[in-house]
């Protein structure tokens, strides 16, 4: 009776040693965001002010809600469409899910070694023994003895669990899980930004060659202009050359921007899950790439069609500082915390003794018909004991040192990771900022630069001034047209970037 008592004492002094409380990493976390203010026009930011951070404290990563399908706010039917082909093909958010089955594997292993093992091991042999084996009596004649025996156990094995080790295993691989979901959520994130980025770059080469086309219809213009005012002797040949020159630069410069563009289109196309050469993803308004008819002398070249990018999305003056608590890859780095924590504290419990109960039972005869005798012919063994640790060289003391330090180490790099978590918001809004004033700025020289064209081209047609004024006021509407278009990308590319860092938008 002393011994279940003693046993039950044990199990219940384990079950006591069991509780286990876990801190987050303590982290300074800001109250607002020091660059989320509107720029003025020279890209300033007020007030420059750094924000106060409260004292450190464990963040609360698990209060916010995950973030939905945050590519709405663009209002872009075509980005929709490719973010949810992203999101239900891209082979990299399957090897994510995949990885979280095999966490939940190995969460289902990490159970398993908290309860019993039983097991049926049947087996059979057959023995003899020895004629001139020892004997207690000489008179007892020496004979050879031939055995069947027929074995059918039934083994258990378990361990208990003293002081809690094989839970904290338990709990370390549920954290792992924890972790891995995470980690899953944080590839569809990035799966997605990077499939708003390109898409975003597609769309602004499009315009952007649209910007070109106009510039070459322009240029074709010129070629025709400086031609026949050769012809009439009111210029030289060197005209000619120049617009020629002008002409042929441009077409280059668009041949570039579809090689950039062939480029995007097999990027989006893995990001789909489909083979480059099955996807296709034309232009909302395809550029002219046959020959364009004369232009009569008496016409001026159209100012280029409207940008084919959507209109950036109105991002809110103070985007609260607490969103960054859903970034998922900031919850899986607490998770990978508490999860080293955890080993760690098993290492420290595997030093302790361990007890381990076992037996087994089952029919044993040297006939197999008489093995559902059970009454008679079974046999059986019921024990259990101590394994305590004396001397191993160091090894459990090692195991140990080596979980506190690869804990040491999954701590630091979360905090870091934080640290540059808030880097890469203040970053994304200077960049939201900053693109916005520098549109407004380019819009301005653009239209200037139109307005100055005009005028240039209308003194030369009058003979007021030469040709190389108005190659310099081509080249700088062109190179301000291209601007605005390649800010507006921008723009639209520091959206989704804070999108991005914020853990998948600012609602």
């Not at 100055?452 to 062109?478: M, N, P, S, W």
């Not at 601007?483 to 914020?502: I, K």
């Amino acid at each position: 009776m002393r011994t279940p008592l003693i046993l039950l004492g044990l199990t219940l002094g384990g079950c006591a040693a069991t509780r286990y409380h876990y801190d987050p990493p303590a982290q300074a976390i800001p109250t607002a965001w020091k660059n989320a203010h509107p720029a003025d026009s020279l890209g300033r930011i007020q007030p420059e002010q750094p924000v106060v951070a409260p004292t450190e404290a464990p963040p609360q990563l698990s209060q916010t809600p995950a973030a939905g399908p945050w590519w709405t706010v663009f209002n872009d039917t075509t980005l929709t469409r490719l973010e949810t082909q992203a999101n239900a093909l891209n082979f990299s958010t399957r090897a994510a899910v995949a990885r979280v089955e095999q966490a939940r594997a190995q969460l289902r292993i990490a159970d398993a070694q908290r309860a019993p093992v039983v097991a049926i091991a049947p087996s059979t042999y057959y023995s003899q023994l020895s004629a001139l084996r020892p004997r207690q009596a000489s008179s007892i004649p020496a004979v050879a003895v031939n055995q069947n025996q027929f074995y059918v156990p039934v083994n258990v094995n378990y361990e208990v669990d003293l002081w809690g080790r094989l839970r904290r295993n338990a709990q370390a691989a549920t954290a792992n899980l924890q972790a891995t979901e995470d980690d899953e959520q944080a590839v569809r994130l990035t799966i997605a930004a990077d499939a708003a980025n390109a898409y975003f770059s597609l769309r602004g080469l499009d315009a952007e060659l649209l910007v070109l086309d106009s510039a070459r219809q322009a240029r074709r213009y010129n070629v025709q202009l400086t031609a026949a005012r050769f012809k009439a002797g009111v210029d030289n040949e060197i005209g000619v050359r120049r617009s020629e020159t002008e002409l042929a630069t441009v077409e280059a410069s668009a041949v570039e921007l579809r090689r950039q563009r062939a480029g995007l289109v097999a990027s989006l196309a893995t990001l789909t899950g489909r083979p480059a050469s099955s996807f296709a993803l034309v232009s909302v308004q395809p550029d002219s790439v046959g020959p364009i008819n004369p232009l009569p002398t008496n016409q001026v070249p159209a100012t280029p069609p409207g940008p084919l990018l959507p209109a950036p999305p109105v991002i809110p003056a103070n985007v609260p500082a607490q969103l960054l608590a859903r970034r998922p890859d900031l919850r899986r780095a607490e998770r990978l915390s508490a999860a080293a924590d955890l080993r760690a504290k098993s290492a420290r419990l595997a030093r302790l003794p361990t007890l381990q109960l076992n037996g087994y039972i089952g029919p044993q005869t040297t006939n197999v018909g008489d093995l559902p005798k059970l009454a008679n012919a079974y046999t059986y063994y019921v024990g259990g004991g101590f394994n305590i640790p004396i001397f191993d060289g160091g090894r459990l003391r090692g195991n140990q040192q080596l979980a506190e330090a690869q804990t040491a180490e999954v701590v630091a790099n979360s905090r870091n990771l934080t640290l540059t978590a808030y880097e890469e918001v203040e970053t994304a809004l200077a960049d939201v900022a900053s693109s916005r004033a520098q549109l407004a700025a380019q819009q301005r020289a653009l239209r200037a630069a139109r307005l100055a064209g005009r005028l240039t081209l209308e003194r030369y047609r009058r003979g007021l001034t030469d040709y190389f004024a108005v190659v310099d006021a081509d080249r700088q509407t062109l190179d301000a047209a291209r601007l605005v278009v390649q800010t507006q990308t921008t723009q639209l590319r520091a959206a989704v970037q804070l999108v991005r860092t914020l853990g998948g938008g600012w609602q």
